[in-house]
C-alpha cells in the first residue's frame, strides 16, 4: 500500500487532514468546491425517465383504476371458481367455463401491467427519499464539520487504543476506495420503448461531496480522541453510499446481520473459515477438535457482548489470534497432506500404467489406511509425519518397479542421453542453432561479421523445425524417471534419425516430393478437364488428400510421404481409366436409350395406322416412356450405380418393346397370332390407349397452366414490390419464384399438366394471400388512421363471415365420395364441426370491433385535448388488444391456427387478419405525436 492509500498518523491532525484531502484530489467542503467527477451526471434525473416508461407501458391507464379493475378481475374469477367447484353434477357448466377462459388471459395481462406499475413507483420513492434530502444532508455535513473543527485538539496517537486506531485507519481507506468505485460506476436506462438509452452515475456530485465529508467528519471525530465514534462514523459513510446506490440501481437494500462477536467479527470468521477448509478436505476430526475450542470461546464473547462489557478486544482478541494462528498451521498442514497424497496417487498410477499389480495395490491399501487414520488424528503434525512415511515408502516402491521396467525392456538412459548427443551432432549441419539454442555462426571473409550457417537452402524451415521439436521433446522425456517416457524417448530418437539420415543420404528430397505432387496435380486437372461430369465429388476427394500431403508433408518422414503420394497417383490413374470406362459405357448406353427410343416411335406408328378406333392414337405413350425419361436421367447422372442401373432397365425394356413390336409387324403382316401373342398385344393396346387419354388430358390442359404461369408470375411481381413499399421480409417470394421455377421444368418435362395446375393452384392461393396482405399493409400503415381502422374492421368481417360458411363452402364439399355426404356418417359428426365454426365465429362477434372504430377516430380529431384522445387510444387499444388475446390464446382459435385445413379462405383470412391487428396497434399508439 502506497503512502497516499493510507493514513499516517505521526503528524498534526491539521497536516494530516491536509494529507488526506491532496491524495484523494479533494478540496474541504468548507471551500465549496469538490472535484469533478469522472462520470458526468445528467441534467435529467432517471426518476424522470422511470416515470416516463411507466406511462408508456400503461398507456396513459391510471394506475388506482387499474388496482381496482384487478381486484374486481380477481373478485370474478372467485365467483367463477365458487361456482364450477359448487355446482350439482347435473350442472351444465360450460358457460362459466368459456367466461373464466376468456377472463383469465385479460386477468394476467392487467396484472402484468400493475405490476410494472408498482416496481417503478417504488423506485421513484426510493429516489425521491434520497435525493429530496440531499440539499439538508449537504448542508449538515458542512455544519458538522465546523462544529469537529472548533472541538478538535492535537493529540499523541500513542495514547488511544492501537488496535481500534487501526482498524479505523484500515476501514477508513477501505470506504474511500469503495466510494471512488462507485463514483465510477454508469447505469444505463433504455425506455420500454427501445428508443432512447441514457447513462447515469451511480453516485452523482452532490451525494459524492456528502460521502467524503463524512469520511472528513471522521477523521475530526478521532481528533477529539473518540475513536469508536470516529469508526462508527466510517461505517455511517459506507451505510449512506449503499443507500445512495441502492436508490439509484433499484436494488432492494439488505442490512446486514447484527454481529454477534462485537468488534470480534473479522478474527474469528477467519478462524471459522481455516477450519471449515479442515472439515471439507477431510480432516474431520482436527476440524472438530477446533470447532469446539472457537465454540467455546464465541460462546464466552456472546455472553460478555450482551452483559454490554466493555473493551472486548483487549479481553478477547489474543486468544482468538492465537486460535487463529493454530487453524491456519492445521490448514497449512492439510494443504500439505493433500500434495503428499496425491504425489502418493500419481505413484501408484505410474505403477499400475507400466503393467505391475503387487505393489500398487499394496501401496493403495497403504493410502486408504493412511486417508482413514488422517480423519480420526486431532493433530495435524502427525498426519504429516505419517503421510510423508507413506510417501517415501511407495517412492522406494515405484523406484523397484522402474529398474524392474528397464531391465525388461532393455532401456539404458545413459545411451539414450549418449544418442542424443550423437543426434545433435548431426543435427548442427543442418540447423541455424543448436539444441541450447546457440547459433552457429562464421565470420564472413570481407567484412569479418559473424554470420549464421545453413548449409542446404534447399531444406525447407518446416522440415528443420520438426527435428528441433522432437530433440527437445527426447531431451526432455529422457529426463523423466518414468518407463513409458524413456519408451517414448526412444521412438522420438529413432524418428529423428530417420528423418536426419533420409536428408543426408538425399538433400534435394523435399524438391523432389514438391515434384511429386505436382505431377498428381496435373493428372487430376488433366482427369477433371477430360471427365468434368464424371463422378465430381470423387475427383474432389482425391485433391483434398493431395492438398493435406502438401501441408503435412514437412512433419513427417520423407519415405512415407513418398509412398502416400506414390499411392495417391496410382489411386488417381485408376479413378481416370474407371471414368473413361464409364465413358464409352454412358455412350453405348445413349446409343441403346437412342434405338428404344425408335422402338417406342415405330410402335407408335403402328398403333396409329392399325388400331384406329373411339380413340385416336398419335404415337405410343405406355409406361416404358416414364421409364425412359428416367433412364435418361440415371444415364445423365454418369455414376457406376447410375449407369448399371440404367443398363438393366434398358435391357428389359428393349427386349420387351422389341418383341411387341415384332408382334405388331406380325399381326400387319396378316400371319395369324396365337393366344399368348394376342394376350400380349391386346396388353400393349390396352395400356397405350390409357396412356393416350391421359396425354390428350393433359395436352388440353396445357394453355391454361401456361396462362395460370404467366399469371402466377405477374401477381408475384405485384406482391414484390408491394412488399418492398413496405420495407417486409421477401424469403418467402424467393421462394415461391424457386417453386415456380421447378414446377414448371418438372411439368413440362414429363407433360403432366393437371398435376401441374393443382400444385400451381396452391402457389397462386399463397401469392393472392401475400397480395392481400400487402394491400391491407399499406392501408393500414400508409394511409390516414380511419382507413387503418376500416381496414383493419374489414379484414375481420371479412375471417368472420368466412368462419360462418365454412362447413357448406369446404368442409361438406369435401367429404362428398359421390355418393353419400361422409358428414352424415360415422365417425364425422356434422353437427359437431358446424359448433365447432359457431363458436369461432361467436368469439369474434363478442367483442366490439363498431366501438374500437368509433374510438379511433377520435384518437385524431383535433377538436378534442390530449388527455380525451388519449383516452379514446386506451379505450381502442383495449378493444384491439382483446381480439389480439383471442386469436393468441383462445383453445378453440389456436387450434385452428394450428390444424388449418387444405382448402377454403378462412385459413389465409385468419393470417391476414392477425397481422392488421399488429400493424393497427402500431398506427394507434403513434398517433398521438405530443
Known amino acids: 500500500m502506497t503512502k497516499s492509500d493510507t493514513l499516517v498518523l505521526d503528524t498534526p491532525t491539521s497536516e494530516w487532514i491536509a494529507a488526506f484531502n491532496r491524495a484523494r484530489g479533494w478540496k474541504s467542503l468548507r471551500g465549496g468546491d469538490a472535484s469533478r467527477p469522472d462520470a458526468k451526471d445528467l441534467k435529467k434525473r432517471p426518476k424522470s425517465q422511470l416515470i416516463e416508461d411507466r406511462e408508456f407501458a400503461l398507456d396513459g391507464y391510471d394506475k388506482d383504476k387499474l388496482d381496482a379493475l384487478v381486484v374486481a378481475q380477481e373478485n370474478e374469477l372467485a365467483r367463477l371458481n365458487n361456482a364450477i367447484e359448487t355446482a350439482p353434477p347435473d350442472a351444465d357448466i360450460d358457460a362459466w367455463l368459456e367466461e373464466r377462459k376468456e377472463l383469465l388471459p385479460f386477468l394476467e395481462m392487467n396484472k402484468a401491467d400493475l405490476a410494472v406499475a408498482k416496481r417503478v413507483d417504488a423506485h421513484v420513492a426510493q429516489l425521491q427519499s434520497v435525493e429530496g434530502h440531499l440539499g439538508r444532508d449537504l448542508s449538515d455535513v458542512r455544519r458538522e464539520i465546523r462544529k469537529l473543527e472548533a472541538a478538535a485538539v492535537d493529540f499523541d496517537p500513542d495514547d488511544l487504543d492501537q488496535d481500534l486506531l487501526a482498524q479505523f485507519r484500515q476501514r477508513h481507506v477501505a470506504v474511500q476506495g469503495n466510494i471512488e468505485n462507485a463514483r465510477a460506476e454508469v447505469m444505463k436506462i433504455t425506455t420500454l420503448d427501445g428508443k432512447k438509452t441514457r447513462s447515469y452515475a451511480i453516485i452523482n456530485g452532490a451525494e459524492y461531496k456528502i460521502l467524503f465529508g463524512m469520511l472528513e467528519q471522521a477523521i475530526l471525530i478521532l481528533a477529539t480522541g473518540d475513536v469508536q465514534a470516529a469508526l462508527a462514523r466510517v461505517e455511517e459513510t459506507q451505510t449512506k453510499m449503499n443507500a445512495f446506490r441502492t436508490a439509484r440501481t433499484g436494488a432492494t437494500a439488505i442490512d446486514p446481520p447484527p454481529s454477534e462477536h462485537g468488534d470480534l467479527d473479522g478474527p474469528v470468521n477467519d478462524v471459522e473459515m481455516q477450519i471449515s477448509v479442515l472439515d471439507k478436505k477431510g480432516f474431520t476430526e482436527a476440524a472438530n477438535q477446533y470447532g469446539f475450542r472457537l465454540a467455546a470461546l464465541s460462546h464466552a464473547i456472546q455472553q460478555a457482548v450482551n452483559a454490554n462489557s466493555p473493551d472486548l478486544r483487549k479481553q478477547f482478541l489474543p486468544a482468538v489470534e492465537a486460535l487463529g494462528e493454530e487453524t491456519a498451521l492445521a490448514r497449512d498442514q492439510a494443504l500439505t497432506v493433500e500434495q503428499i497424497i496425491f504425489d502418493i496417487q500419481t505413484d501408484i498410477a505410474s505403477m499400475r500404467a507400466n503393467g505391475h499389480i503387487h505393489r500398487p495395490n499394496r501401496s493403495q491399501r497403504e493410502l486408504e489406511d493412511l ?87 534447399n531444406l525447407p524451415r518446416g522440415a528443420l523445425e520438426e527435428i528441433d521439436l522432437q530433440l527437445l521433446a527426447a531431451q526432455q522425456l529422457a529426463q523423466s524417471d518414468s518407463v513409458d517416457a524413456l519408451k517414448t524417448a526412444d521412438d522420438y530418437l529413432t524418428g529423428v534419425s530417420n528423418f536426419i539420415e533420409a536428408i543426408e543420404k538425399d538433400p534435394d528430397v523435399y524438391v523432389k516430393l514438391e515434384d511429386e505432387f505436382t505431377r498428381v496435380e496435373k493428372k487430376i486437372t488433366k482427369t477433371k478437364k477430360k471427365f468434368p461430369l464424371y463422378e465430381p465429388g470423387r475427383l474432389l476427394d482425391l485433391k483434398a488428400e493431395l492438398d493435406a500431403l502438401r501441408a503435412n508433408h514437412l512433419t513427417r518422414l520423407p519415405a512415407n510421404v513418398t509412398a502416400d503420394t506414390d499411392d495417391l497417383r496410382e489411386r488417381v490413374l485408376a479413378f481416370r481409366a474407371e471414368m473413361a470406362e464409364a465413358q464409352t459405357f454412358k455412350r453405348a448406353l445413349q446409343k441403346q436409350a437412342d434405338g428404344v427410343d425408335k422402338t417406342i416411335e415405330a410402335i407408335g406408328k403402328r398403333l396409329k395406322k392399325d388400331h384406329k378406333g373411339i380413340v385416336k392414337f398419335d404415337g405410343y405413350y405406355g409406361p416404358e416412356v416414364v421409364r425412359m425419361m428416367t433412364v435418361r436421367d440415371q444415364i445423365a447422372e454418369r455414376s457406376a450405380k447410375s449407369l448399371k442401373q440404367a443398363s438393366a432397365t434398358l435391357d428389359e425394356i428393349s427386349g420387351n418393346l422389341g418383341w411387341l413390336l415384332r408382334l405388331l409387324e406380325k399381326e400387319k403382316s396378316g400371319k395369324s397370332l396365337g393366344n399368348n401373342e394376342r394376350l400380349h398385344v391386346d396388353e400393349l393396346v390396352s395400356a397405350a390407349r390409357s396412356g393416350q387419354l391421359d396425354k390428350d388430358a393433359n395436352d388440353a390442359k396445357k394453355k391454361e397452366f401456361e396462362s395460370g404461369i404467366k399469371a402466377f408470375t405477374k401477381d408475384l411481381k405485384t406482391a414484390k414490390k408491394s412488399l ?207
Open 371 to 457: 486417508e482413514r487414520l488422517s480423519q480420526a488424528q486431532a493433530l495435524m503434525s502427525t498426519v504429516v509425519s505419517d503421510a510423508q512415511d507413506a510417501a517415501e515408502i511407495i517412492r522406494k516402491r515405484l523406484e523397484e518397479t522402474k529398474q524392474e521396467d528397464l531391465r525388461k525392456s532393455n532401456l539404458k538412459p545413459a545411451e539414450i542421453q549418449k544418442e542424443l548427443g550423437a543426434l545433435d551432432k548431426r543435427y548442427k549441419d543442418f540447423f541455424v542453432q543448436n539444441l541450447q539454442g546457440e547459433a552457429f555462426q562464421q565470420k564472413d571473409t570481407k567484412s569479418g561479421e559473424l554470420k549464421g550457417i545453413k548449409k542446404n537452402r
Open 724 to 930: 418492398k413499399k413496405i420495407k417486409s421480409d421477401l424469403s418467402e417470394v424467393t421462394a415461391l419464384d424457386s417453386k415456380r421455377d421447378g414446377l414448371k421444368a418438372e411439368t413440362e418435362k414429363f407433360g403432366s399438366y393437371i398435376d401441374g395446375l393443382a400444385e400451381l393452384k396452391g402457389l397462386q392461393s399463397r401469392v393472392d394471400q401475400l397480395n392481400t396482405e400487402a394491400e391491407v399493409a399499406i392501408d393500414i400503415l400508409d394511409k390516414d388512421l380511419a382507413t387503418a381502422v376500416d381496414k383493419c374492421a374489414q379484414t375481420l368481417l371479412l375471417f368472420t363471415h368466412k368462419l360462418g360458411t365454412f362447413v357448406e363452402d369446404v368442409i361438406r364439399p369435401e367429404g362428398k365420395d359421390g355418393k353419400d355426404n361422409q358428414l352424415d356418417q360415422p365417425p364425422l359428426d356434422a353437427a359437431k364441426i358446424g359448433a365447432f365454426f359457431d363458436k369461432l365465429k361467436g368469439s369474434l362477434e363478442k367483442i366490439d370491433i363498431a366501438e374500437m372504430r368509433s374510438q379511433s377516430a377520435r384518437v385524431t380529431d383535433g377538436t378534442l385535448t390530449v388527455k380525451d384522445r388519449k383516452l379514446a387510444r386506451k379505450i381502442a387499444l383495449q378493444e384491439l388488444r382483446k381480439l389480439m388475446t383471442l386469436f393468441d390464446s383462445f383453445a378453440p382459435m389456436q387450434h385452428f391456427r394450428a390444424h388449418p385445413f387444405a382448402k377454403g379462405d378462412a385459413s389465409t383470412q385468419m393470417v391476414s387478419a392477425r397481422k392488421a391487428l399488429s400493424q393497427l396497434e402500431v398506427r394507434l399508439l403513434t398517433a398521438i405525436k405530443d
